[in-house]
């Protein structure tokens, strides 16, 4: 059974820094790719950055550019995401994502992964 647990959400003022994890486990994403998405209360899931394995490149949402940082590691099936002068916009639930399909040159529609966590809220306080 895969599952994709992560961590390291909570409550912080406007400015300040987190850092969300996301652990896989049952099968490997070696092959693919990982990411993550955010959805806020009464709007869509969004993208917000993902991680292809084969090629170690990084993509990003523009709201989160030069903000947010995506890493992790292959051989671990873990991925992080350092958020760093947060804002009350980021506030949302968190969610980890991965494919285990190789990249086609497009990973920013919530269709082309298929496996989620349950989510870790994050809450900026102005």
């Known amino acids: 059974q895969v599952q994709l647990v992560e961590s390291g959400g909570g409550l912080v003022q406007a400015g300040g820094s987190l850092r969300l994890s996301c652990a896989a486990s049952?099968?490997?994403?070696?092959?693919?790719?990982m990411g993550w998405f955010r959805q806020a209360p009464g709007k869509e899931r969004t993208f917000v950055a993902t991680?292809?394995?084969?090629?170690?490149?990084?993509h990003y949402a523009d709201s989160v550019k030069g903000r947010f940082t995506i890493s992790g590691d292959k051989a671990k099936n873990t991925v992080h995401l350092q958020m760093n002068n947060l804002k009350p916009e980021d506030t949302a639930v968190y969610y980890c994502?991965?494919?285990?399909?190789?990249?086609?040159?497009?990973?920013?529609?919530?269709?082309?992964?298929?496996?989620w966590g349950q989510g870790t809220q994050v809450t900026v306080s102005s």
């Open positions: 994502a991965a494919s285990p399909n190789p990249y086609s040159g497009t990973a920013f529609t919530r269709w082309m992964y298929n496996y």
């Open positions: 049952g099968r490997t994403f070696s092959t693919g790719f």
């Open positions: 991680i292809v394995w084969s090629s170690d490149t990084t």
